[in-house]
């Protein structure tokens, strides 16, 4: 779905590199979440925003960092990356207006660190 | 603590019924999901029950939730080949402001 795009959608770097994954949206959503997705583990949250000032913890935020620079934008980074941090990662938004909370998520920025 | 749990496979004859089950620990579950994620792709919701409900159908989807058993289905009558997709539940709980995410169910539709 166009509405939440992700760049980039595949990166390759090296163990101790910052990386960064970047989440636009032009739904008009307020809430912005970051999960990542490893084989048979589905997927766990990291972080997520209900609004610009708001930034949350997920299951998983060790090692990552994030910021809400805009309602329509969510980063993640990584400040130092490390092999086990190799995973699909998804953006997502949801609006609190919307009835049981749909979440419509990016098509995935696939990282591997070498 | 919450813990959602799915099969990883399924296999289905395509024009067969499809039953998808998950299982989950936590009672005050206030919305449960059902998810579907084709090949490169995100997730897509497929439909939601609120958890005062025991049924909701909609076109060859037919979700039924068991609260006593804390066990949640989705049934797809009359499977395509487009249905094969990994199938993922996940439940709202109460008082929480964000999803829980089962590992997912890979449906493999045979010709």
């Known amino acids: 779905d166009a509405d939440v795009t992700q760049t980039p959608r595949n990166r390759i770097t090296k163990t101790g590199k910052r990386i960064m994954l970047e989440c636009s949206q032009t739904?008009?959503?307020?809430?912005m979440y970051w999960y990542r997705q490893d084989p048979g583990l589905g997927l766990q949250l990291i972080y997520y925003s209900f609004d610009v000032k708001d930034i949350n913890k997920g299951e998983i935020s060790d090692g990552y960092s994030v910021s809400r620079q805009a309602q329509a934008k969510f980063s993640l980074s990584l400040e130092s990356a490390i092999p086990n941090q190799t995973a699909l990662y998804f953006c997502?938004?949801?609006?609190?207006?919307?009835?049981?909370?749909?979440?419509?998520f990016g098509p995935g920025t696939r990282l591997t660190v070498l | 603590g919450e813990d959602v749990e799915q099969s990883l496979f399924l296999s289905v004859r395509e024009g067969d019924s499809s039953v998808i089950n998950c299982t989950y620990t936590d009672s005050s579950s206030t919305y449960l999901y059902w998810y579907k994620q084709e090949p490169g792709a995100g997730l897509q919701l497929l439909t939601y029950i609120f958890s005062n409900m025991d049924m909701k159908q909609d076109q060859r989807l037919t979700v039924l939730l068991n609260k006593k058993d804390k066990h949640l289905s989705l049934r797809i009558a009359d499977t395509q080949t487009g249905d094969s997709a990994i199938y993922f539940c996940?439940?709202?709980?109460?008082?929480?402001?964000?999803?829980?995410f089962g590992s997912g169910t890979r449906l493999q539709v045979q010709p």
């Open positions: 739904k008009g959503h307020d809430r």
């Open positions: 997502a938004t949801s609006d609190h207006t919307g009835t049981g909370d749909e979440q419509f």
């Open positions: 996940a439940e709202r709980l109460a008082g929480r402001r964000a999803l829980t």
